[in-house]
Structure formats: structure tokens, C-alpha cells
């Protein structure tokens, strides 16, 4: 029996286990939409308004499952569009496959219309881009996406697909479930790190990177409480452990807790559990001196070998999953309270301190107040998404994260992140509350994204931070060219007007005591919502003015 190539990466998708789908509609590929119609009750295909957005949703989905997330798209321009969602997968290390509709075989290299060298675009931005050229070829390089997407350090995955491929006929099986295998640590270098951890009077584990379940998140935490080993989470990574826990520090992104900063210098054994510790969470590549203090000692567990002494050389280096290693350290049992109990304790001690809003003569509303109140209402397995922006920094600081899974946000710093996987949360899980928090400036790349959840019931409530201006640049702006505002002010529109149109609940909230009362509206409307905030221009950041 033959099948029609696009019905056949439809197929592609059922057999490894994609549910749904997300994309924006193009002539390129209607053999796949084909297929997905005739695959609707497997497949649900979710029409956004926007291919970056629609790559974002699918970079969520990759981030909830820990299967790619599927995304679809046009030759050309939807291609462009969508890379945003790419170079965010790839630097949060997410599991995804875009999939792009391309102008056909005889007219590449013509500059055809909306042509592009989608496999030489893409090829810096994912783990693998190449163009499935036959039918015959599509199981085996759908099967290979998903085994490259999800091995070692995941990532996204770019297939252009040719117009006319598509309505090849083929007689190809289906390939099998791609279910790659995980590095285990060496036993020796395990128990290696057990007895570092041992004998550090001062430890300090930074969790971070791919592949955690509310599994290992828990083992971790049980573990480090009757080890007295603080653990810090890497930027954006703060749900790989409970944040009421005694053993959570505090976090590593932007606007870092200062004694926590000075802690990691002061840390006789640091463990990167898992992440890349690039940039941000490394404070610009100081947090950790290439040249270190005696009896200074840094472990890293990354399951890329690559990554490996790519910025440090370890002390000890373990190429395996971190989940893993997490597992191995809690086998091998408890470490002992003493003598880090006194260690644990101050950090901790910061980190509760730090992450208590304090008042500020502020008009409008403060984000502080804000998040305290749904840290202390939402229930635990509520998620919590952003995008990019000083807004997001009250967030990472305030709340507290209770289980892995509930905070979606992007460590690529992209914005227009948080309205799409919001809806990628609400349609993965109906169940939980989903909150998603906006600057004015990140709603206005995502904020067409309304009408896509209202047509698909996604119930999300929107948070849009309202200051008027592109808060983290101008912030820069005024530290380096102090008066010299350009580019940055924005002439915002009414929110919740806006919100009302697309068919949503929106408020409009310009003090702290009306917040809980709106937000409890907000939780009870049968759809999306959105609060429109408005916001003091002057707080810049929780400890700072713009001035």
C-alpha cells in the first residue's frame, strides 16, 4: 500500500507520539494538513496567528513533555518568523522539530518565490537542518529528528520539506518510537562526588539544564535537606526543586541576590548539576574564576561532552543525564548534617529574606505586591510563564515555585515568550491555573496570541506590566547615556480594552488593594483574561529607581 508523503510525516508524528500540533497554515505544506486531517482524532492541530509565536507554543510543549514540540510552517517568511522559537530551543536546550513547507525541487536555486537555503539558515541556530529530498526518505529523517532532538543535550530540529515531495507516493514503513538512551555516570566518578561533597565544609550545588521530573526534583531536595547541602537553580530554572524547601537558596539570573553571589565565591566545592552555567547564571563568566583559589573545587554534569570545559575546567568533569547523577549521589545516601549545618542555614537564611517583598512609596501598582499575593494563593502546580524585561526579575525573586514543570520561561531572553506558552500549558493540562506575565512592551509581540486562545479554549490569565516604556533598555540606557532616552517610551494602548475585543475578561487595576479582588475575577471567567497593570515608570527594579 502507498501513502501520500505528506500524509505519511503526518503518520511520522502519530508513531512518535505527537498529539499536537502547532503552526500557521500554508499553501507549501497542504499534503501535511491533509494528513493531519486525516489523523484529527490523534492530532490536534492548533492554528496560532504568528509563526514565532506558534514556534514559542511548541518550545513550551517540548519544555512540558520532554518530547519535541512540533511546529509547522511556510517556506520563506514563515520560516523567518518561526527561527525565534529555534534559537530559544536551542539555547534552553528543549527537545523540538520545525517543520517547513519548501518551494519545489525544479525551482530551487532559482530564487524562487519565497525561497530560501532552508538547511544552510537554520544549520547554526538547531542540532540538525537538512530537507527530506524523496518520500521514500521521509519515516527514516522523521525518525532521525526525533532521536537527534532528544539525545544528549536536546535541542530543536529543522526538516524542509518540498512542495512537490509532499504528493510523492511511497510504500515506506513507518519508523520506530525514538526513544534515545541516556548517559550514566561512571560509578567511580559518582562516588568520587560523594566523598567531595563529604568533605566540603562549604558546598554549593547549582541544578539546572534538561530532562528533570517532579521525581528527581523531589530526590534532590530530600537528599540535600539531610546532607545540609544549599542548592541554588541556575537562570529560569527555579521549579528542578521546591522552592519552600530548607535546602533552596535562591537563584542565579538576573537581579541575583548579593549574598548569594558572594557565596558562590566563598563555596569550597561548587556542582553545576546539569546546566551549561553560561552568561547570565555565570554573571557575565565571573562567578566562577578560571584561575581558583586553593582547595576551591568545581564538579560538572552536563550531558553534552562538549560542554564540558567549554568555559571552565572542571576539577571533575561527568559527561551523563543530571536527573542521573542526582539519583547516584541520593543511592549512595545522606552526606550528614555536620559540619555544613551552620553553611545551609545562612544561605537559606539570605535567600528568605531576600525574596520578602519590603513597602515602596510607589504609585500605581507594585509588582512585589503582586507576586506575594499568588505565591500565597495559586496552588502548587500552578505555572508560571514570561517573556523578557525587568518585570520578569519581581517574578524570579518573589515567587516560589513548588513543583517541576510550573515555570515556563525562556533562558534565550526572547520576548513575546510568555502569552504563547501560557496557552502551550493550558492545552497540555486544563486543569491548572495558568498565569502569564507581560511587559507592555513583550504583550505587543504575542498579544494577537488572544484570539488564539479564546478560539481554542485555552484558559490563561495575561499579567501585562504596564510602565510605558522598554524597561531593561532603558534602564541601560540611562545607567550609560543618562537623559538621552531614544527608542524606548511607548505609546501603549487601553489592555483591557483590547483583551475585551478579543473576546477575553480584562481589568484595569492602578493600586495594590484592587489586585486580589480583579484576580479572583479573572479566575473565575470562563476563558482567557487579562489584568492590565499599571505600574510606577520610576520602579525600575525591586531595590532600585530609575533615577
Same mark, same amino acid.
Given at each position: 500500500?502507498?501513502?501520500?508523503?505528506?500524509?505519511?510525516?503526518?503518520?511520522?508524528?502519530?508513531?512518535? &507520539?505527537?498529539?499536537?500540533?502547532?503552526?500557521?497554515?500554508?499553501?507549501?505544506? *497542504? @499534503?501535511?494538513?491533509?494528513?493531519?486531517?486525516?489523523?484529527?482524532?490523534?492530532?490536534?492541530?492548533?492554528?496560532?496567528?504568528?509563526?514565532?509565536?506558534?514556534?514559542?507554543?511548541?518550545?513550551?510543549?517540548?519544555?512540558?513533555?520532554?518530547?519535541?514540540?512540533?511546529?509547522?510552517?511556510?517556506?520563506?517568511?514563515?520560516?523567518?518568523? %518561526?527561527? #525565534?522559537?529555534?534559537?530559544?530551543?536551542?539555547?534552553?536546550?528543549?527537545?523540538?522539530?520545525?517543520?517547513?513547507?519548501?518551494?519545489?525541487?525544479?525551482?530551487?536555486?532559482?530564487?524562487?518565490?519565497?525561497?530560501?537555503?532552508?538547511?544552510?539558515?537554520?544549520?547554526?541556530?538547531?542540532?540538525?537542518?537538512?530537507?527530506?529530498?524523496?518520500?521514500?526518505?521521509?519515516?527514516?529523517? $522523521?525518525?532521525?529528528?526525533?532521536? #537527534?532532538?532528544?539525545?544528549?543535550?536536546?535541542?530543536?530540529?529543522?526538516?524542509?520539506?518540498?512542495?512537490?515531495?509532499?504528493?510523492?507516493?511511497?510504500?515506506?514503513?513507518?519508523?520506530?518510537?525514538?526513544?534515545?538512551?541516556?548517559?550514566?555516570?561512571?560509578?567511580?566518578?559518582?562516588?568520587?562526588?560523594?566523598?567531595?561533597?563529604?568533605?566540603?565544609?562549604?558546598?554549593?550545588?547549582?541544578?539546572? &539544564?534538561?530532562?528533570?521530573?517532579?521525581?528527581?526534583?523531589?530526590?534532590?531536595?530530600?537528599?540535600?535537606? &539531610?546532607?545540609?547541602? =544549599?542548592?541554588?537553580?541556575?537562570?529560569?530554572?527555579?521549579?528542578?526543586?521546591?522552592?519552600? @524547601?530548607?535546602?533552596?537558596?535562591?537563584?542565579?539570573?538576573?537581579?541575583?541576590?548579593?549574598?548569594?553571589?558572594?557565596?558562590?565565591?566563598?563555596?569550597?566545592?561548587?556542582?553545576?548539576?546539569?546546566?551549561?552555567?553560561?552568561?547570565?547564571?555565570?554573571?557575565?563568566?565571573?562567578?566562577?574564576?578560571?584561575?581558583?583559589? *586553593? &582547595?576551591?573545587?568545581?564538579?560538572?554534569?552536563?550531558?553534552?561532552?562538549?560542554?564540558?570545559?567549554?568555559?571552565?575546567?572542571?576539577? $571533575?568533569?561527568? %559527561?551523563?543525564?543530571?536527573?542521573?547523577?542526582?539519583?547516584?549521589?541520593?543511592?549512595?545516601?545522606?552526606?550528614?548534617?555536620?559540619?555544613?549545618?551552620?553553611?545551609?542555614?545562612?544561605?537559606?537564611?539570605?535567600?528568605?529574606?531576600?525574596?520578602? =517583598?519590603?513597602?515602596?512609596?510607589?504609585?500605581?501598582?507594585?509588582?512585589?505586591?503582586?507576586?506575594?499575593?499568588?505565591?500565597?494563593?495559586?496552588?502548587?502546580?500552578?505555572?508560571?510563564?514570561?517573556?523578557?524585561?525587568?518585570?520578569?526579575?519581581?517574578?524570579?525573586?518573589?515567587?516560589?515555585?513548588?513543583?517541576?514543570?510550573?515555570?515556563?520561561? =525562556?533562558?534565550?531572553?526572547?520576548?513575546?515568550?510568555?502569552?504563547?506558552?501560557?496557552?502551550?500549558?493550558?492545552?497540555?493540562?486544563? @486543569?491548572?491555573?495558568?498565569?502569564?506575565?507581560?511587559?507592555?512592551?513583550?504583550?505587543?509581540?504575542?498579544?494577537?496570541?488572544?484570539?488564539?486562545?479564546?478560539?481554542?479554549?485555552?484558559? #490563561?490569565?495575561?499579567?501585562?506590566?504596564?510602565?510605558?516604556?522598554?524597561?531593561?533598555?532603558?534602564?541601560?540606557?540611562?545607567?550609560?547615556?543618562?537623559?538621552?532616552?531614544?527608542?524606548?517610551?511607548?505609546?501603549?494602548?487601553?489592555?483591557?480594552?483590547?483583551?475585551?475585543?478579543?473576546?477575553?475578561?480584562?481589568?484595569?487595576?492602578?493600586?495594590?488593594?484592587?489586585?486580589?479582588?480583579?484576580?479572583?475575577?479573572?479566575?473565575?471567567?470562563?476563558?482567557?483574561?487579562? #489584568?492590565?497593570?499599571?505600574?510606577?515608570?520610576?520602579?525600575?527594579? =525591586?531595590?532600585?529607581?530609575?533615577?
Amino acid at each position: 500500500m502507498t501513502r501520500l508523503g505528506g500524509h505519511v510525516i503526518a503518520d511520522q508524528l502519530v508513531a512518535q &507520539g505527537v498529539d499536537t500540533v502547532f503552526g500557521v497554515a500554508g499553501e507549501s505544506f *497542504l @499534503s501535511v494538513l491533509d494528513g493531519l486531517w486525516e489523523r484529527r482524532d490523534q492530532i490536534r492541530y492548533v492554528g496560532a496567528r504568528h509563526e514565532a509565536t506558534a514556534s514559542h507554543m511548541a518550545e513550551a510543549w517540548g519544555k512540558l513533555t520532554g518530547r519535541p514540540g512540533v511546529c509547522l510552517a511556510t517556506r520563506g517568511p514563515g520560516a523567518t518568523h %518561526a527561527s #525565534i522559537g529555534v534559537h530559544t530551543a536551542f539555547q534552553d536546550s528543549t527537545p523540538m522539530l520545525l517543520l517547513l513547507g519548501q518551494v519545489r525541487r525544479e525551482h530551487q536555486g532559482r530564487e524562487a518565490f519565497q525561497e530560501v537555503d532552508l538547511p544552510a539558515m537554520f544549520a547554526p541556530l538547531a542540532k540538525w537542518a537538512a530537507q527530506i529530498e524523496t518520500a521514500d526518505d521521509i519515516p527514516e529523517m $522523521l525518525g532521525r529528528a526525533f532521536e #537527534i532532538a532528544l539525545a544528549d543535550r536536546p535541542g530543536p530540529v529543522v526538516l524542509a520539506l518540498p512542495e512537490d515531495m509532499q504528493r510523492e507516493e511511497t510504500a515506506a514503513a513507518d519508523a520506530p518510537f525514538a526513544e534515545p538512551a541516556l548517559r550514566e555516570p561512571d560509578p567511580a566518578e559518582l562516588d568520587r562526588l560523594h566523598t567531595w561533597l563529604g568533605d566540603a565544609a562549604q558546598p554549593l550545588v547549582i541544578v539546572g &539544564g534538561p530532562r528533570w521530573s517532579q521525581l528527581s526534583a523531589d530526590a534532590l531536595a530530600e537528599w540535600a535537606v &539531610g546532607s545540609a547541602v =544549599p542548592v541554588a537553580a541556575q537562570f529560569r530554572r527555579q521549579d528542578h526543586i521546591d522552592n519552600t @524547601s530548607p535546602a533552596y537558596v535562591g537563584d542565579l539570573g538576573l537581579g541575583t541576590n548579593p549574598a548569594l553571589e558572594a557565596r558562590v565565591a566563598e563555596a569550597d566545592l561548587v556542582l553545576l548539576l546539569g546546566g551549561r552555567f553560561g552568561e547570565i547564571p555565570s554573571g557575565g563568566y565571573t562567578r566562577l574564576p578560571v584561575e581558583r583559589r *586553593l &582547595g576551591h573545587l568545581v564538579a560538572h554534569v552536563h550531558a553534552e561532552p562538549s560542554e564540558l570545559g567549554r568555559t571552565w575546567h572542571p576539577d $571533575l568533569a561527568i %559527561a551523563a543525564a543530571a536527573p542521573l547523577v542526582a539519583d547516584g549521589l541520593v543511592a549512595r545516601g545522606p552526606l550528614g548534617r555536620q559540619p555544613r549545618a551552620m553553611w545551609a542555614q545562612s544561605l537559606r537564611g539570605d535567600y528568605e529574606t531576600w525574596s520578602e =517583598p519590603t513597602a515602596r512609596d510607589l504609585a500605581g501598582v507594585d509588582l512585589g505586591h503582586v507576586v506575594q499575593h499568588l505565591r500565597e494563593m495559586l496552588p502548587d502546580d500552578a505555572v508560571i510563564t514570561n517573556g523578557a524585561g525587568n518585570y520578569t526579575v519581581w517574578i524570579h525573586r518573589y515567587y516560589r515555585h513548588r513543583r517541576y514543570g510550573t515555570q515556563l520561561a =525562556p533562558t534565550s531572553g526572547a520576548m513575546g515568550y510568555g502569552i504563547p506558552a501560557a496557552i502551550a500549558a493550558a492545552l497540555h493540562d486544563p @486543569s491548572r491555573t495558568v498565569v502569564a506575565f507581560a511587559g507592555d512592551g513583550c504583550f505587543q509581540m504575542a498579544g494577537h496570541e488572544l484570539a488564539t486562545a479564546v478560539q481554542v479554549g485555552a484558559r #490563561i490569565i495575561v499579567l501585562v506590566c504596564d510602565n510605558g516604556m522598554l524597561g531593561t533598555i532603558r534602564m541601560h540606557q540611562e545607567r550609560t547615556f543618562p537623559g538621552h532616552v531614544e527608542g524606548t517610551a511607548l505609546a501603549n494602548p487601553d489592555f483591557a480594552a483590547l483583551a475585551i475585543a478579543y473576546g477575553c475578561h480584562g481589568e484595569r487595576v492602578e493600586c495594590d488593594a484592587d489586585f486580589a479582588a480583579a484576580f479572583a475575577r479573572a479566575l473565575a471567567a470562563d476563558g482567557p483574561a487579562l #489584568i492590565h497593570l499599571v505600574c510606577d515608570p520610576r520602579a525600575i527594579t =525591586p531595590g532600585a529607581l530609575l533615577a
